[in-house]
């Protein structure tokens, strides 16, 4: 089979990059990447210092341990817990609970799930709204996004990411997932049909069909027929080669920097990685460094993506170098929610150990990810940097979310905030100082009204040290169910302190319905439709 060959442009048109006033910002995101999927620590103990945990000896990401070298990473950082409310939440600033997308969205037709919420934003992200995108576009930056969309469903106008802000568009659509990571499988191109028997409104997901009538094992065709509708658009050049996704993606992220190069235009990027999303397909440039050290095939095929995204982002920080940019342009690398390894259960002790749970769960390990912020090149005397520093090897334990993403780079761009509309994020301009920001929430609300996943009809609160989860039991909705962690002593939530805490538990429910009444949330419904919402003389606390 071929290979494409991705080669970078030296030193293209240097004294475009030189005259261009506004800085380039590049948004670096990978899909189901979790806080410990990296050599790179995000643990710290509790003077803030990086611990390395055993996860972070087995993959190795040497591109981000340098990212981390020249920025500052984040170690409390948030996002939703699946893939369509954190990717709404960044472009608009607004948490899942206002703007109401609170569920993946299912391609071709509504997942609400069976007690969630009748209106939810299945729809995605609206595109009338203030976009920081589109803002960027009009200040004059080419706005380009490569990889996965999943902004909204088919027919929606989401569905194309260029309704949303963007100039450019490859690759992106309404789908979640890749159909397959194989330049020679087209990336899941294929001429497979529509099985029989699957009723509307039905999904697939690890292979098992969720149909209203109840659920069951898919077959071989129907994984086949569900991965040929996730094909990934707009790379046929790749296609009959053996081009790892990665790579492809890769491959045109670097052509089009080196357009907007050479066009003088400065960019902003959102090279929106599909890896590491299932399916767990192994690459087999970096297989040989993962087999025969005890570790399932599918961990070791998802070690593989992990090593092949920090390749990508090695190769885009060589392509800012060359082209003369580097030390114009800022990298924003971050997830867009809890990490999916193969490793244990979605409720336990394996995929992000030693923090519990995984994407879709209601634990840290499903809403808490690694963000690095840094200049590609540190260089104090460039004007940019000068008004926007970032400090170089620190580590910033406050807490901060997907939402301050939208007014941070629009705060790097000089663009102001639009006028009128709300947002539940600020700028993290003190933070990449390694300063503390008071003035910055110190909460983070996830709200997931559906069911169907690791952890269902949930709202998880965290407001300092204390994080509530509040489990609506629509199916018993008259006995709702808390759990309380004190995070400042047990960051890794083995102890369930509801029950001896009632007055604290209480407290924050109250707390946290009435911050959910302030974004407009929607709530589960009951078997006859009637809103579940939060309440605290209700719920049953247990002892752990």
Not at 81 to 88: F, G, I, L, N, Q
Not at 192 to 217: F, K
Not at 354 to 367: Q, V
Request: hydrophobic letters at 35%; proline letters at 8%.
């Amino acid at each position: 089979m071929l290979k494409f060959q991705l080669s970078i442009v030296p030193a293209l048109l240097p004294l475009a990059a030189v005259a261009q006033t506004h800085p380039n910002i590049v948004l670096f995101l990978v899909d189901d990447m979790g806080l410990m999927d990296t050599s790179l620590p995000f643990d710290t103990d509790s003077s803030g210092q990086p611990v390395r945990q055993p996860l972070n000896q087995w993959y190795h990401t040497p591109n981000m341990e340098r990212l981390a070298t020249t920025g500052i990473r984040f170690t409390t950082f948030y996002a939703q817990s699946v893939s369509s409310p954190s990717r709404a939440s960044l472009l608009t600033g607004q948490n899942a609970a206002r703007h109401r997308t609170t569920n993946w969205i299912n391609a071709e037709s509504d997942n609400r799930t069976t007690y969630g919420p009748p209106q939810w934003n299945w729809q995605g992200v609206d595109c009338r709204q203030p976009l920081f995108t589109a803002l960027l576009q009009t200040a004059g930056y080419r706005t380009i996004h490569i990889g996965k969309g999943h902004l909204g469903p088919i027919g929606s106008a989401a569905e194309n990411p260029v309704h949303a802000g963007y100039d450019v568009n490859i690759a992106g659509s309404a789908i979640g997932e890749p159909g397959s990571y194989y330049g020679q499988d087209n990336y899941g191109q294929s001429s497979m049909v529509n099985p029989a028997g699957v009723t509307s409104g039905s999904s697939m997901v690890n292979d098992q069909w969720s149909t209203p009538e109840g659920s069951r094992a898919a077959s071989e065709n129907e994984v086949a027929m569900v991965n040929n509708s996730r094909a990934v658009p707009g790379l046929d050049r790749y296609h009959g080669t053996d081009t790892f996704l990665t790579d492809a993606l890769t491959a045109e992220a670097c052509r089009e920097i080196q357009s907007a190069v050479a066009d003088g235009q400065p960019f902003f990027l959102a090279l929106s990685h599909y890896a590491v999303h299932n399916p767990f397909q192994p690459d087999p440039q970096y297989i040989d460094r993962y087999r025969g050290r005890g570790a399932n095939p599918q961990a070791e095929a998802y070690a593989t993506l992990i090593e092949g995204m920090d390749h990508s982002l090695g190769t885009i920080l060589r392509q800012l170098q060359q082209l003369g940019i580097d030390r114009n342009t800022l990298v924003i690398f971050m997830s867009d929610n809890g990490g999916d390894a193969p490793l244990g259960g979605g409720e336990d002790y394996g995929s992000c150990a030693p923090y519990r749970g995984k994407k879709g769960s209601a634990y840290e390990g499903g809403m808490r990810v690694p963000c690095i912020i840094s200049w590609a090149q540190p260089d104090a005397g460039v004007p940019a940097q000068h008004a926007m520093p970032v400090s170089q090897g620190a580590v910033q334990t406050q807490l901060a979310t997907i939402m301050d993403i939208y007014p941070t780079v629009l705060d790097i761009a000089d663009v102001p905030l639009p006028r009128n509309y709300t947002l539940d994020g600020s700028s993290l301009r003190r933070m990449m100082q390694a300063q503390p920001d008071r003035s910055h929430r110190p909460y983070f609300l996830m709200h997931f009204p559906h069911g169907d996943h690791r952890s269902n009809y949930f709202t998880a609160y965290r407001r300092d040290r204390w994080k509530l989860i509040y489990r609506y039991n629509p199916q018993h909705p008259s006995q709702p169910t808390a759990e309380l962690y004190d995070l400042a002593t047990d960051p890794y939530e083995h102890h369930d302190l509801a029950a001896d805490m009632p007055r604290q538990t209480r407290r924050l429910i109250r707390e946290m319905a009435r911050r959910l009444r302030a974004e407009h949330a929607l709530y589960p419904v009951d078997s006859i439709g009637r809103e579940l919402k939060p309440e605290a003389s209700r719920v049953m606390l247990f002892h752990n």
